[in-house]
C-alpha cells in the first residue's frame, strides 16, 4: 500500500490553528453556512450545521464527510468515531459520505494531497475530526444558550440530546440551523481521554446496512445509471506490447455491442452491458507488436535478480567497513532468499466510470488518491480542473491496487471517453471493467525480490557484522514520487523494516539494486515490510540457534532499546503460553516487527498434515498502535492482514512465460480458503501515544513466524516463497 513517508507520523499531526486555517477555507462547492448571518441562513432554509467535515442536518443527521477512501478497511467508520464521540452525537444517527476531491481542503496532512495509503488515516485524522466534531459541539451549545437565555456552561450534550436543567432541551438537528450562524471557536475545547465515550471503546460500523441490503451505487461495479455503456479493453499480452492491427468484424456482430475503438492502451469493445462487452472482446482479432515488450519468463529474472545480489549496489545504510568485519569475525553464515510477484487480488477489480460532453466529466471510482486521478483526468481531456468531478465510492478492497502513480484507469477512462467523442458518439457515461483476468494478468505487482545476508559470529556466536542487498523492481523510481521519496537514488520502500531496524548489531550494512523490466509493480498491503520482516525475522530466529538461546529471549536481548516492540513481543509471549510446551505435534514460532508506525508481535502454532504438509493452528498476536480509537476495528483489521499475508506465504506467486502472466485467476492463484484460516488472538496494548496505522502492520509477521514454527519442527528455515513450492503446502 501507498507509503510515503519516512517521517514518525506522531510528528505530523495538523495543529488546531492549522485546521481552522483548512475550515476557513473551504472551497470546491462546500459553503460554510457557519460564516452566514443568521438572517441569511434561515433565509436559505436548509437549517443544517455545515462544516467540511461535519454535516448535521434537519432530521437529526448527522454526516461525516471521509476524505478517506474506504475499501473495506473501516476508515469510514473510524473517522465516524472521532466525531461522534467529540460531538457526542447518538451512534445511530451518525453516518459517513465521502468528501468531494479538494487537496486543499481534504488533503492528507502526512502527504499534502488528497489520499489514502500507507496506514496513515487515522493517524493524519485523529486530531482534525476531533476537532470537527468538537467546534459543531461548541457551536451548538453557544446557539442553544442565546435561544434558551441560560449559561452555555449549564448546557450539557449528551446522546445527541442537548439539554438544560430548566427542563429545556432539543436535538443537535433542531439546532444546527441556528448553530450555523455561530462563529467556529477560536480553541474548541477537545475532551480527555477518560471522557470518551465511543473511542477506545467500539462504534458500530457505518457500512454495514448499505452492503448488507446490495444498496445500488455503492461500489463502481454495480453503479449504474440511465444510458450507461459498459466497455472493456483488450490489451497486450505481454507488458509493454502494443496494437499493430485488429479486426473488429465479428466482435461488432454480438448483440449489444455499439463500438469498437482503438485507444492508446488496446482496443475497446464498447455495449450496452458488460457481458456482450466481454463477448465481442472475445471475438476480436488483434496483431501485436512485442518489440519493445518484457519476454523473459520470471525465472530468468528471478536469475538476474540474485546475480545481482552478488555485486556491489547502492548503499542504504553504512556502519563502516563491513568486508574487513566479516574477515575478521570468527566465522560468517550466509543466506539468500527470494520473493515471488504477488498480485492484490481484490475482490472488487478496477472500474471506472466517466461521463464527458466535451467540456467537464464526472468521474466514479473507488479512488484511492483523488488528487492524482483529478489531475490526470483534466490533463488528459484537456480541460481545467475545476471542470472534472470525482465522485468516491466505496471500494471492494485494494491492498495497493488502487494507489496509482499514473492513474493508468483514469487514464484509459479519459482516453476512451475521448476516443468516443471523436469518432461522434453521442455523450453517454460509460464504464471501463477489468475483469478478473484482466487485472491479475495485467498487472500491477509487488516486485520480485532477491536477498543475500551475510552475518559474522564471534567465538561465542555473538553477532559481529550484517551485512544485507537486495535487488528489485522500484517501486517509486520513475513515477512522479521519484522526486519526494528518493534521496540520492535510494528507495527506502524496498530495504523498510531492515535498514531502519533497532535489533542492536555492532555494525549493519544495507545495499540495493534495482532491476530493469516492463512488468509494472505497486505497493502491496505492507510494501517492503512483506519481505524484509521475513528475511530479518527467520534469520534472528537462526542466530537464536546459533547462539542456543530460546527465540523471544534472544530477540528481547537484541531489542533492549525498543519498548515498545519489547511490551509487544512479551505480550504475545504470555497470552500464547511461550513458557509452557506446546501440545504434542504443535510446533510454535514468532516473529515481532514494526512497520507505519506500529508493533505487531505474532506467535503461531502449527502442525503437520498426514501428508507432511503445514497447517497453521493458532496465531496470537498483540499490537500496539498507539490510541486504539476502535478496538473492533483495530482486531479485524489483524486478523485480516493475518489472513492475507498467510494465503501469500502458503500458495500465492505471479509467474511469467514468454513474458505472459500464467496465473489469471483465484483457480491458479488462490486466496486463502477458509479450511486454512487459523484461530487468531488479538491483544491491544493500552496506550496514550498517537494513533498509528493498522490496515497494514498485522501482515508482516506471519510469513517468518510460520517459517521459523517449521524450523522449530525441522531445523531448517524456507528461504524460497511460497511454501507451496517446498512442498509444505
Known amino acids: 500500500m501507498l507509503h510515503l513517508l519516512q517521517k514518525p507520523l506522531e510528528a505530523a499531526q495538523p495543529s488546531r490553528r492549522s485546521f481552522l486555517k483548512i475550515s476557513a477555507g473551504a472551497v470546491g462547492g462546500l459553503v460554510l453556512a457557519m460564516n452566514l448571518p443568521r438572517a441569511a441562513q434561515a433565509a436559505a432554509g436548509d437549517g443544517e450545521l455545515i462544516q467540511p467535515f461535519v454535516h448535521i442536518r434537519p432530521d437529526n443527521t448527522v454526516v461525516v464527510l471521509s476524505k478517506h477512501l474506504d475499501k473495506g478497511q473501516g476508515t469510514a467508520t473510524g473517522l465516524a468515531t472521532l466525531v461522534a464521540d467529540e460531538l457526542d452525537a447518538a451512534r445511530e444517527q451518525v453516518s459517513a ?310 492513474a493508468h484507469p483514469v487514464v484509459e477512462a479519459t482516453t476512451l471517453a475521448q476516443a468516443m467523442r471523436a469518432d461522434g458518439m453521442d455523450a453517454a457515461p460509460v464504464k471501463i471493467v477489468w475483469t478478473r483476468e484482466d487485472d491479475m494478468a495485467g498487472g500491477y505487482y509487488r516486485p520480485m525480490s532477491a536477498h543475500k545476508v551475510k552475518v559474522g559470529l564471534d567465538e561465542n556466536n555473538n553477532v559481529t557484522a550484517f551485512k544485507y542487498t537486495i535487488a528489485a523492481k522500484s517501486i517509486i523510481k520513475g513515477t512522479p514520487f521519484e522526486q519526494m521519496l528518493m534521496k540520492d537514488g535510494v528507495d527506502h520502500n524496498m530495504t523498510e523494516g531492515a535498514h531502519d531496524t533497532t535489533y542492536a548489531f555492532p555494525m549493519m550494512n544495507m545495499d540495493q539494486a534495482f532491476q530493469e523490466t516492463q512488468v509494472p509493480v505497486l505497493w502491496w498491503r505492507s510494501v517492503g515490510h512483506t519481505h524484509t520482516a521475513y528475511v530479518m525475522e527467520t534469520m534472528i530466529d537462526r542466530l537464536a540457534k546459533e547462539a542456543g538461546k530460546d527465540p523471544v529471549a534472544y530477540r528481547l536481548e537484541m531489542l533492549k532499546d525498543d519498548p515498545r516492540k519489547v511490551a509487544v513481543l512479551k505480550l504475545a509471549a504470555e497470552k500464547a503460553g511461550w513458557d509452557t510446551p506446546p501440545a504434542e505435534g504443535r510446533h510454535r514460532g514468532v516473529a515481532v516487527h514494526k512497520s507505519f508506525g506500529s508493533y505487531v508481535a505474532e506467535v503461531v502454532e502449527i502442525s503437520f498434515r498426514d501428508d507432511d504438509t503445514v497447517k497453521v493452528e493458532k496465531v496470537v498476536a498483540a499490537v500496539d498502535c498507539g490510541t486504539p480509537i476502535n478496538p473492533d476495528n483495530i482486531v479485524a483489521q489483524v486478523e485480516g492482514g493475518i489472513g492475507y499475508g498467510l494465503g501469500a506465504i502458503l500458495r500465492n506467486q505471479v509467474t511469467l512465460a514468454d513474458g505472459v502472466v500464467e496465473e489469471t485467476n483465484f483457480d491458479t492463484y488462490e486466496p486463502i480458503r477458509m479450511s486454512d484460516m487459523p484461530e487468531i488472538e488479538v491483544h491491544i496494548v493500552a496506550s496514550n501515544e498517537a494513533p498509528t496505522g493498522i490496515g497494514e502492520p498485522g501482515t508482516p509477521p506471519i510469513g517468518p513466524a510460520v517459517a521459523n514454527a517449521i524450523a522449530a519442527a525441522k531445523g531448517n528455515w524456507v528461504t524460497s516463497l511460497p511454501l507451496a513450492k517446498n512442498g509444505l503446502v
Open 97 to 406: 459520505e465521502f468528501a468531494p476531491s479538494n487537496p486543499q481542503v481534504y488533503a492528507n496532512t502526512l502527504f499534502g494531497v488528497q489520499g489514502t495509503g500507507g496506514s496513515t488515516a487515522m493517524a493524519n485524522s485523529f486530531m482534525q475530526y476531533r476537532q470537527a466534531g468538537a467546534a459543531a459541539k461548541a457551536m451548538i451549545v453557544a446557539a442553544a444558550a442565546k435561544d434558551w437565555g441560560v449559561p452555555a456552561g449549564e448546557i450539557s450534550v449528551a446522546n445527541g440530546v442537548v439539554s438544560h436543567a430548566s427542563g429545556k432541551s432539543a436535538t443537535l438537528g433542531e439546532l444546527a440551523g441556528l448553530a450555523a450562524a455561530e462563529d467556529v471557536p477560536a480553541e474548541p475545547t477537545l475532551k480527555t481521554p477518560d471522557q470518551w465515550v465511543y473511542i477506545g471503546k467500539s462504534f458500530p460500523r457505518v457500512d454495514v446496512k448499505n452492503k448488507t441490503v446490495g444498496a445500488p451505487n455503492t461500489y463502481t461495479m454495480d453503479f449504474q445509471p440511465d444510458g450507461l455503456l459498459v466497455a472493456t479493453v483488450a490489451r497486450a499480452p505481454r507488458f509493454g506490447g502494443k496494437v499493430k492491427s485488429f479486426d473488429a468484424t465479428e466482435a461488432k456482430k454480438v448483440p449489444g455491442v455499439v463500438n469498437v475503438l482503438q485507444i492508446p492502451n488496446g482496443v475497446a469493445v464498447i455495449a450496452t452491458s458488460t457481458w456482450p462487452a466481454i463477448k465481442g472482446r472475445e471475438l476480436l482479432e488483434v496483431e501485436w507488436d512485442d518489440s519493445a515488450a518484457e519476454t523473459r519468463s520470471s525465472d530468468v529474472m528471478m536469475a538476474e535478480l540474485k546475480e545481482m545480489t552478488t555485486k556491489p549496489g547502492l548503499n542504504v545504510r553504512d556502519d563502516g567497513d563491513i568486508d574487513a568485519a566479516l574477515e575478521a569475525s570468527a566465522r560468517v553464515i550466509e543466506e539468500d532468499f527470494d520473493f515471488p510477484f504477488l498480485a492484490h487480488g481484490a475482490m472488487e477489480p478496477l472500474d471506472v466510470a466517466i461521463s464527458f460532453d466535451g467540456e467537464s466529466a464526472e468521474l466514479w471510482l473507488g479512488s484511492q488518491i483523488q488528487t492524482i486521478d483529478h489531475n490526470v483526468a483534466a490533463t488528459v481531456l484537456g480541460i481545467p480542473f475545476e471542470k472534472v468531478k470525482i465522485n468516491t465510492l466505496w471500494a471492494g478492497g485494494s491492498f495497493g491496487r488502487r494507489a496509482q502513480a499514473d
